[in-house]
């Protein structure tokens, strides 16, 4: 078992199989040349999938494939597919923009993929195309019905941003509600990559247009997960992420591996600590030792919240969020 120096378990390993991307989100990484990290830098899956192993048997029981866009990586079912085969009770998800998704669901599915996070953060194209700066809209739209029809699970996130999507809150939970999919909506996280335009929303406001339409109540926090969650009148439930909250980073569980092997233990901070040598010489012994650092090393909290209001360098692009 992985815990770190404030008794956190942590379980859970987001991993980020390339930086390589199709959207330019502006929130994201919208100035950003459309380039990629040299092959040779870039862990095999094989090599990704012995570090898998030792990470599973040290403890974790929930990984997350990530990006950049996972799906741009060939092969990425293969993968899945090894990890599955290893531990078929690991609850194994993935984040994706879904704009490969629609040919790839069931080949995901298929090789053990459970469930999905795919970010609609509009239903208006000229939006969506505003903030991926490309035409986009169809094509997730069309990802998320194949992944439903196929049987993933599948969850939605939303970032609401002033003069961009915020009119279009109570419509996205609308499109989800009617979809059984469980939505999301993330305050807007600052970093020196995205565009200085953005005015994101605060929770508080948040909550004050769904409440303006809907009667909920609230659940707070289930378990390790970083939403603070409300259930409507109905039974629907959606979350609200909050990183500038005090608690936000209270129960954290989990930490990230780059295509490149360093291992992050925080979304915030830059730190990292390289298992690419170990891993390559097949020397399990110090990658688990790595791996154990950084859990011991993990931060407790972010500096996004205080008086300040810090802004990131993180390039969530490496980390998948």
């Given at each position: 078992?992985?815990?770190?120096?404030?008794?956190?378990?942590?379980?859970?390993?987001?991993?980020?199989?390339?930086?390589?991307?199709?959207?330019?989100?502006?929130?994201?990484?919208?100035?950003?040349?459309?380039?990629?990290?040299?092959?040779?830098?870039?862990?095999?899956?094989?090599?990704?999938?012995?570090?898998?192993?030792?990470?599973?048997?040290?403890?974790?029981?929930?990984?997350?494939?990530?990006g950049?866009?996972?799906?741009?990586?060939?092969?990425?079912?293969?993968?899945?597919?090894m990890?599955?085969?290893?531990?078929?009770?690991?609850?194994?998800?993935m984040?994706?923009?879904?704009?490969?998704?629609?040919?790839?669901?069931?080949?995901l599915?298929?090789?053990?993929?459970?469930?999905?996070?795919?970010?609609?953060?509009?239903?208006?194209?000229?939006?969506?195309?505003?903030?991926?700066?490309?035409?986009?809209?169809?094509?997730?739209?069309?990802?998320?019905?194949?992944?439903?029809?196929?049987?993933?699970?599948?969850?939605?996130?939303?970032?609401?941003?002033?003069?961009?999507?915020a009119?279009?809150?109570?419509?996205?939970?609308?499109?989800?509600?009617?979809?059984?999919?469980?939505?999301?909506f993330?305050?807007?996280?600052?970093?020196?990559?995205?565009?200085?335009?953005?005015?994101?929303?605060?929770?508080?406001?948040l909550?004050?247009?769904?409440?303006?339409?809907?009667?909920?109540?609230?659940?707070?926090?289930?378990?390790?997960?970083?939403?603070?969650?409300?259930t409507?009148?109905?039974?629907y439930?959606?979350?609200?992420?909050?990183?500038?909250?005090?608690?936000?980073?209270?129960?954290?569980?989990?930490?990230?591996?780059?295509?490149?092997?360093?291992?992050?233990?925080?979304?915030?901070?830059?730190?990292?600590?390289?298992?690419?040598?170990?891993?390559?010489?097949?020397?399990?012994?110090?990658?688990?030792?790595?791996?154990r650092?950084?859990?011991?090393?993990?931060?407790?909290?972010?500096?996004?919240?205080g008086?300040?209001?810090?802004?990131?360098?993180?390039?969530?692009?490496?980390?998948?969020?």
């Amino acid at each position: 078992m992985l815990i770190d120096s404030y008794d956190r378990v942590v379980d859970y390993l987001r991993v980020s199989v390339t930086e390589r991307c199709n959207f330019r989100c502006q929130y994201c990484m919208p100035e950003k040349p459309f380039s990629w990290v040299p092959k040779e830098n870039l862990l095999s899956f094989e090599e990704l999938f012995l570090f898998m192993k030792i990470a599973i048997d040290e403890g974790v029981k929930k990984i997350r494939i990530t990006g950049g866009e996972p799906l741009l990586r060939e092969d990425l079912d293969k993968f899945i597919k090894m990890i599955y085969d290893y531990e078929p009770n690991i609850d194994l998800a993935m984040t994706t923009n879904a704009f490969l998704l629609k040919g790839t669901a069931q080949r995901l599915k298929d090789a053990g993929l459970k469930r999905i996070n795919v970010s609609i953060d509009t239903l208006k194209p000229k939006i969506a195309q505003k903030i991926a700066q490309k035409d986009v809209l169809k094509n997730v739209l069309e990802g998320v019905d194949e992944a439903l029809r196929v049987g993933l699970k599948v969850k939605a996130n939303m970032v609401p941003m002033k003069s961009l999507n915020a009119d279009e809150i109570i419509d996205v939970l609308r499109y989800c509600k009617e979809r059984d999919i469980s939505v999301r909506f993330i305050e807007y996280m600052q970093n020196s990559f995205a565009s200085k335009e953005i005015e994101g929303l605060k929770s508080a406001e948040l909550l004050d247009i769904l409440r303006a339409k809907y009667e909920f109540s609230d659940d707070g926090f289930d378990g390790s997960s970083p939403s603070h969650y409300y259930t409507m009148s109905d039974g629907y439930r959606f979350g609200i992420i909050e990183p500038y909250e005090d608690d936000f980073c209270k129960q954290c569980n989990r930490i990230r591996l780059t295509a490149e092997g360093n291992l992050i233990p925080c979304l915030y901070f830059d730190e990292a600590m390289s298992i690419s040598k170990a891993i390559k010489a097949g020397d399990i012994k110090a990658a688990g030792e790595v791996l154990r650092e950084v859990v011991r090393t993990k931060p407790e909290k972010n500096r996004w919240g205080g008086d300040e209001g810090e802004i990131s360098s993180r390039a969530f692009y490496e980390t998948g969020g």
